[in-house]
Structure formats: C-alpha cells, structure tokens
C-alpha cells in the first residue's frame, strides 16, 4: 500500500535513475537533459490511478511563438520509472491557458483549458470526456459522495456539474451577479457545494443542487475586498 511517505521515496529513487542521454557533470551531479521542451511549470501532484499504479503528475504550459497557450501533461510512473506527455489535444493545438484540475477517487483527471473541459482517465490514459462549450475556463473544482464533479468557472462564476456515468455537462446557477473570480471549491457530507470568490468583493456561497437553494454566507456589510 502506497502512502505520501512511500510516493516521496519513489520520486526520488526516480530523480536518482538516469534517463537517455543523462550524463554526470564531474562534480557528483547528473544532468538528466531536458524532459519536455516547455516555457512554465503549472503545477504538480501526487495520484493513484485505478490500478493503484503511483503517479507524479507534472502540468506544462508552453508559448510558441507570440501565439496563445498550449497545455500538456508530463506523467511520471513512480513504480516503472518511465514518464510520458500527454497533450490536450495536441501539440499543434493552441487552447489557451489552465487554471485548475482536479483527480477523482477513481483516478480520473479533470482539466480545464480555456473554455474546454477534458476527462482523463489515467489508468487507460485516454480522454474519455470533452466538453468545449463552457463560457471560461474553471477556477476551482470538486467532488461530492456520489461522484459527480462540479466546478465553477470564470468570469461568469457559473456552477457546473458534469457526470463521469455519461459525460453530461450541466450549468446549474450563476453564484454571484458581478464578482468573476471562485477560485475556492468545497462540498459537505450533506451535498451543500461551498464557492469562495473575490476579487473586488468578497463573497462565500452555498449552493445545494437538490434543492436548487442558493445563499450567500458573508452578510452584505462584511464583505471585502479579497
């Protein structure tokens, strides 16, 4: 059984393998090359997939040019040793930029590029969902007890709820009529689906999709800027 403490020692027994065309420098080190040809790292983290296979999961984002955004994925197999990229969709595809992602119980990537939505199962490593109509690119994402996925997305702060059972996509409420920006995501044991957003007024809304009940929980006179 893989815990944190088990995936950091198998990240760094990786760090430690050379890969093609790594040579040592004379002074104790390795130079492993360049593993992907990238202008920014937009984050990292730690997965299981459905197999209960370790993997280190490394988001890029790359400018060609004075053209917009292109992103990728670097998965690194932390029980192999090997890593491969994965493009979404390709890498002649300029799609604009990510802001957030998310993985599911069941190993499954969520990743918003631009106005696209991707589903990634990272067992098969395939997209296995692909939505393209979403009015921006989402800022936060969660999961509640049954599974779905819900996320809200900027500048319109609109909740979504997509189903991995069939791919659905749904747009279930605008959560506040002017700020642009929910860059915090929660749901409880009870389904209440928590929204932080800001910038220029602060606001925290709760939103139950069964119910369709939607309030805000910071009085009118505590709001700030943030």
Request: some cysteine.
């Amino acid at each position: 059984m893989f815990n944190l403490k088990n995936v950091v020692v198998l990240a760094m027994s990786l760090l430690s393998t050379p890969l093609p065309h790594a040579y040592a420098d004379g002074n104790g080190f390795i130079n492993h090359g360049v593993m992907a040809p990238i202008s920014e790292i937009r984050g990292s983290t730690v997965a299981i997939d459905a197999n209960g296979r370790p993997l280190y999961l490394i988001f890029l984002r790359d400018i060609p040019g004075d053209s917009e955004a292109r992103i990728s994925m670097v998965i690194v197999d932390l029980k192999e040793k090997n890593y491969e990229q994965v493009w979404f969709s390709s890498p002649k595809d300029l799609n604009g930029d990510s802001y957030c992602l998310f993985v599911s119980k069941k190993g499954r990537l969520y990743l918003s590029v631009s106005r696209q939505l991707f589903e990634y199962d990272l067992a098969s490593r395939k997209i296995v969902g692909h939505h393209t109509d979403l009015p921006g690119p989402a800022m936060s994402m969660d999961e509640d007890s049954d599974g779905m996925i819900y996320f809200s997305v900027y500048p319109t702060s609109d909740l979504f709820r997509y189903s991995p059972n069939d791919q659905s996509l749904q747009r279930l409420v605008k959560l506040d009529p002017v700020e642009q920006y929910p860059s915090s995501m929660g749901i409880d044991e009870a389904g209440w689906v928590y929204v932080g957003i800001g910038t220029a007024h602060a606001n925290l809304v709760a939103y139950h999709p069964k119910t369709g009940e939607r309030k805000s929980l910071i009085p009118e006179g505590e709001r700030i800027r943030g």
